[in-house]
């Protein structure tokens, strides 16, 4: 999934900000525990508030990121007008 998830990571770089989380560090155990991370891959979007929109756990379709990301940029775009 990574190819997609990166090409989609390059398309919507200045609307969007990915963050890739190594789930084998220790460091980042108190973000799985709050997101409930279950294994991989497991993907979160969150708005600008940290407030989790969509989660997604397995493989997912480059269509169902499009449309939650477009989702969720009108969203910010309505509440910002």
Do not use: C
Request: charged content about 25%.
């Amino acid at each position: 999934m990574a190819p997609m998830v990166h090409g989609l990571e390059a398309e919507y770089h200045q609307e969007i900000n990915f963050v890739y989380l190594d789930i084998d560090d220790s460091r980042n155990d108190r973000f799985k525990q709050q997101l409930g991370f279950r294994y991989q891959p497991h993907f979160f979007l969150l708005d600008g508030d940290g407030e989790v929109l969509n989660v997604w756990v397995g493989r997912v379709s480059e269509e169902d990121f499009r449309a939650a990301f477009e989702s969720a940029l009108t969203l910010q775009e309505n509440q910002n007008n």
